[in-house]
């Protein structure tokens, strides 16, 4: 069982690391469905263990929304990229002080 | 005691009113729609203002006179009416009709009231006649005359009130009429103020009588007084005392009203002499029935017109402002009659009837200063007067007639209240022999000093050495002055032997009680002699220094007593010094409270939200990583505690 966990934690781990440290909004994009997976993993762990089907079914419900969350956080991204010809999240500080 | 006012009260008990008693509420209604009037309709009314004025307050007088002769040809008894109005306030504990009393107390005031201020009226005619606001001048005499006679007319304590405030309003408003000169409205505002001191006091006696007896109608209180403790009767005594003294400039609140005398003169002759200020003395006879309940109060009653008698005499034999000797005259009159009015049964209708007969000689005495006045281009500096006689003779035999009366030369009206005043001033009261005598030769010595700085008022007005200043070329005043002026002399001549001849005090005695025979410490022949010996020296004393000698046009420094009564004996230093300063010291502390404290808070608060926003907002950098990383941090530390907490 351990296994899993630690490789969740480690792809958790991964996936939080790149959002905090990359610039790149495509790439900050894929920490993003890394954290997601990781705890789809962890779910499925737990419900194979639990013998349960409630983990198996929170874990499609994410594939779901990742999907969804694909589809419109691309569509932001070649938004923002077509008007300031950048895709570093840096640069998107509008809404600064 | 407590039987004379049970008898008063059952010596009340009033009739419906019928015919012109009936109408008495249109003399309150009439001058205050003319008052309205000339207010609203503002410029409009310039051209006419003054005769609807005038006219105005002559329908009150008709009304008043011939409700007067009608209750005079009632028998004894039946002349005591109730006219309802409507119902003022009502309650499931407590109601309250507003209406008028007609007795023998109120219709002298309507009579006295009207007719002098009707008289006054006409002479402001003349006197306003170049001023460009003389139309206000007439609404705010109008607004005056509505609210007096609603003081005198009305049948409880509130409604009383009523009239009591609308009377200062109206003193207000004609001691600042020139109110872009500093002084006069500083005057103003002082009698204001002064007033309002004494209207607290008659707000607590109006609570203590709703406290003790749950009523404020003079039927009522009167009543509830004869079954009363002393004590409460007491308290309520002594603050009616208060809101009289406010309102009759009697010590310790007199000070206002030697500044009065900055409005037009017609308004010191008809409210600062005549009437309003008499409305002190109308309260403690009209509430007679708590005074003989209270023979403390009563006596402090006769103690305050003792001093101000004296106080008032003092100050007019040094001041140099012809008005301002005048008013510390009225005061020292008020005094008179305060002292009257104190003693109880014995000299209560002799307090009204020297308050109708100093209304008459006082009026006539500031009419005739005004006439002078008018032709000296408003000097009232009577260094500067001198040798007029021969210039104004009206104003000179009508002053002369006003002189004579106020100093009680027999025959004139004076001489009939003022004498009777000291010989009941000397009548053993509880047994206090040394009372009668202490408060007897007060007002023997108070009739000496009042002979002299009235013959030093007249002499160095009207004879002596011509000292007018150069440009001044005095002659008689118009018919429109001199008119009125004479029908007040006549009534200095006359009035004091008519309303003795016409036993005016018995008339009275259902209100004030009646007169009963007490033996003064000395025989009343004695005391007349005695008063008249009195007054005579003072005359000479007066002629031998202001007729015989010359007198300096500027005042010389005089002698410590001098100099202390031309600053009204330290009244004012002494009101700065005691109330003013600590009261404006208090003003600022609070003001300093509200800025700072107060405001401090509040003010602290936005201070404090502001700074925090200001530092936060930096959090805000744009950084979408550092919001994560925040976000991160947060959940770190969430987690942290739920397991913290649950290990």
Redesign the interface.
Known sequence: MTPYIVLSAILFAIGATTVLVRRNSIVVFMGIELMLNAANLSFVAFAKLNAAIEGQLAAFFVMVVAAAEVVVGLAIIVSVFRSRRSVSVDDENLMRH | MTQTASALAAAQVATTATGATNLLWLTILIPLVSAGLLLILGRCADKWGHALGVLAPLASCVIGLAALFQVLGQPQGQRTYDLKLFGWITGSDFALNAGLRVDQLSLTFVALVTFVGTLIHIYSVGYMKHDPDRRRFFAYLNLFVAAMLLLVLADSYLLMFVGWEGVGLASYLLIGFWNDKTPNAVAAKKAFISNRIGDVGMLVALMLMFWGFGTVSFSGVFKAAGTASTGLLTGIGIMLLLAACGKSAQFPLQSWLGDAMAGPTPVSALIHAATMVTAGVYLVVRSGPIYSGAPNARLIVVIVGAITLLYGAIVGSAKDDMKKALAASTMSQIGYMMLAAGLGTVGAAFAIMHLVTHGFFKAGLFLGAGSVMHQMKEQTDMRRFGALWKVMAITWVTMGMGWLAIMGIPPFSGFWSKDKIIDAAFIVQDGQTWRAWLFGLVALIGAGITAFYMSRLFFMMFHGSNRWDDDMDPHESSPWMTFPMIVLALGSVALGWVLSWTHFPEWLAPVTGSVSDHEPVMPSWAITVLTLVVVLIGIAIAALKYLKQKVPRLAPPGNWLTRAARQDLYQDSFNDTVLVRPGQALVTATRVVDTDVVDGAVRGVAWLSVGAGRAL?????????SY??LM?AGVIILLAIVLATRV
């Open positions: 907002r930096l959090l805000q950098n744009g950084f979408v990583r994560a990383a991160a």
